[in-house]
Each structure stands twice: as C-alpha cells, then as structure tokens.
C-alpha cells in the first residue's frame, strides 16, 4: 500500500511537473501570473481605486495609466514632463473605454530623485483625493555600458533614480496607509533584478537592490494588511533606451528601439502589471521567451544556470536582451 501511494505521488507530481512546464512554454510571464490573467481577477477589479503612477509619461507608465483608466481607477500621474503627462492624460479620456471623468486624473509632476518634495507631493495627493489605495512606483532610468568603463558617478546617478527614489516616496506615503491598515505598494523592478545583465552594472545592481529593499517591506508591512507587489518585466517596447545612461556622466545613448526587435508590446505588459496588482501577487515576471525560460532555469537551477549564461557567451546574451533574437 505504501509503495502504491508513493508510485501514486510521484507520478503526481511528474503531470503536475509537465503540466507547469507546458503553461510555461506557451505563456509570456510566470506560471501564476498567467493563469490569474485567465481565471483570476482583472484590472476591472480595481475600480474606484485611487492610484498613483510614477513615470506615467511614456512607456510601461503610460500604458499601465491608459489599462487603470479604462478599468475605472482614479489616477495620480507623475512625471518630469508635464506637457507630456498632459497628453497621456487627455489620451485617458479620449477612449472610449475610458471609465473615468477629468476631474479623476491629477496631474502632478516632480522628479522623484527631489526627494525634499516627496512629503509634500503626498500632502496635495491626499487634499485632491483624501486618499491613495495602490502606489505604482514605475519611474526609472536604465544603462548600457561594459563594467570596466562606468563611472562611479553614473551607478550613483542610477541609484537615486531607481532604488531610493521609490524607498523615498513609498516612505513617506506608507504612515497614510498604516493609518488606514490597508494598501498597496507596487514597484517595478526588472527581470535583470533576478538575474544579473551584461553590459548594465548599474541598472542591474539597481533592480538587485530595489527586490531587497521591497521584499523587506512587505514582510514589516503584513500586519498592517499592505501588499507589496514587485513586477519583472523583461524586454519591452518603449523609450528607454533614447534616454539609457551610458559609462560616462551626463552621457545618453539616444538609440530608438527597432520595430523588428522581439519584444513585448507596453500595452501588453501594463496588462499583465495591472492583473498582478490586481490579484495582489508578491512577484510577477514578465516576458516572452526565451528570456523568460533562461531566467527560471537561472533561479531554479543556480549553479547550471549560471555555467549555461557563462557557456552561451556575451553576443549571445546582448542579443536576447535586446531582442534581436
């Protein structure tokens, strides 16, 4: 009876295993995720919510404002570029999808790396909305460069703008949502966060610091019934890489991406975002393959994956991240 049980169980676990793998294969972010994405909660879910979103003026931001819009959420949408939030915000409207009125998008704009502001910036949210439900911290600067040729000033330029831009708004929001015991605090790190990039020290060291600094608040938060929702997101289509830091200070890359390049569409990411956040997942990764299957390779099989990136060669890698393959 025994041996029949322990037959039973790990045949299981091989359907289980193999069914995991299949989801996988045929997904464009992790397993969890894109089962939510067909049984769990939609963005629609979110309605009436107020939510904040920094680096709402283009890319992965502007899409995830468009997705909340049309899902019926109040928005903050924060930027340097007024003019260009301006727009992001009259676009929110224009849809007919659009489930909110004028008056239910605020358009504040800051940089984040004015960290002097950020209490303040807090105060005219809660006057405008009396309250903030989700903060989305999207707003981020990524680099190209080989390790040897980065300046020091470059990964500190880096590090205000990704990691303590967000831990300094997020503090100064949380005392609201703890008063309230309720919230959420999303941040939007990258998959090179879970695996380190070539040719990216600061960006990636950045993502690196940015998983350990939220994955400490979400365990000191649970009492307080605030969720932290980390998003991953691999290769997407935006403008980052015209305003890509480079080794040198001051210096941009200023290189648009291809359309031919293998990447995923924003929109399709916001979406796949905005469900994670929905369904208040701890982590969500998001990509096509084969990155996506090279960075679960990485973590569940450490050592080989590690052998495996050393063995498929720098050309090989910049050419995965930067979807030419």
Known sequence: ???????FLAVSAGLLGLVWFII???SDADVPLSLRAK???QPESLAGKVVWVTGASSGIGEAIAYCLAESGCKLVLTARRKERLEKVKQTCLASAFCKVKEDDILVLPFDVVDFDSHEKKVQEVLE?????DILINNAGKTQRAAWMDVELSVDRELYDVNVLGPVSLTQALLPHMVERKQGQIVVVSSLAGK????????YAGCKHAVQGYFDTLRTEMALNNIDVTIIC???VFSEVLIHAATGKKGEVLDKPMAVT???MTANRCAYLSCVAIANRQYEAWVSQHPVLVLVYISLLFPDFGKWFMAKLG?????ALREGKQ
């Open 128 to 132: 405008y909305f009396h309250t903030v």
């Open 261 to 263: 390049e293998k990447r």
């Open 24 to 26: 996988l294969m045929v």
């Open 314 to 318: 720098l050309k090989q890698l910049l």
């Open 195 to 202: 695996v380190g990039a070539p040719m990216s020290r600061a």
């Open 233 to 235: 997101p691999g290769p």
């Open 39 to 41: 049984f769990g909660k």
């Open 1 to 7: 009876m025994l041996t029949f049980l322990l037959e």
